[in-house]
């Protein structure tokens, strides 16, 4: 997959990230692709520092990876028993108490939830295959176009493991439990065509078109007024967890609000 951001000076590059900022648009891409965009701590840390040095100007952000894979999941060296140098094993985790266990899955979990940030809008552009932390990293962004070749797969219960990277809300949030149990319990291979279908993805596109039908979205995106889209993403965000009437209130104060400011009597 080529690199549209390769002429831009990046803001961030180390330990498998790139970051790069084009005014309102931001750039997150993953650059190992020898080992499939295989993740580590040090990328977490590295996306976790990406959300940090986004300058104020970003709008959208989106999240691709060289190569033919988005992300394979977790650098298979994590299963070794000796791990990645510098790096606790899943051994030393283990051993940990609860609290120190926690702790280490929270600073991972980091590099995972910025993506929805009510100031943000987050596309991942994937293809080829996203799989355990890959498809939680997808799954991490608000919008998904993925490439007629895309294979999600959560094999994190295959392996004896619960999907714990901030995936399995989203996943029953876009399909459902019953899909979402099946999905994860199984490990099965979900293609474009059925991501599309039960609502994983937004669009699917032959994989020669991914950037520009990215692109083309990004476009659309910050074409719209920033605040009327700020203030939309939280009352859909919001809106899971409220009634039908708490809704409904949430709508009347976030068009007061708005109204006021196109009015030039905001606060």
Known sequence: MASPDQDLAPVLDKDGVRLTVDDALATVTLTNPAKRNAQSPALWRALTEA????????????????????????????????????????????????????????????????????????????QGHAIGAGFQLALACDLRVVADDVQFAMRETSLGLVPDLTGTHPLVGLVGYARALEICATGRFVGAAESVACGLANIAVPGGQLDDAVRDLAAALLAAPKDAVVETKALLRGAVDRTYDEQRAAERAAQARRLRDLAGLGE
């Open 51 to 126: 959300g940090r040095l986004l300058p104020g100007s970003v709008r959208v952000v989106v999240l691709r990876g060289e190569g033919v894979s988005f992300s394979a999941g977790l650098d298979r060296q994590m299963f070794t028993p000796e791990g990645i140098p510098g790096e606790p094993t899943f051994i030393d985790l283990a051993r940990r108490d609860d609290a120190g266990l926690d702790t280490s899955i929270t600073e991972f979990q980091e590099a995972f939830t910025w993506w929805r940030r009510s100031d943000i809008v987050s596309i991942a552009a994937v």
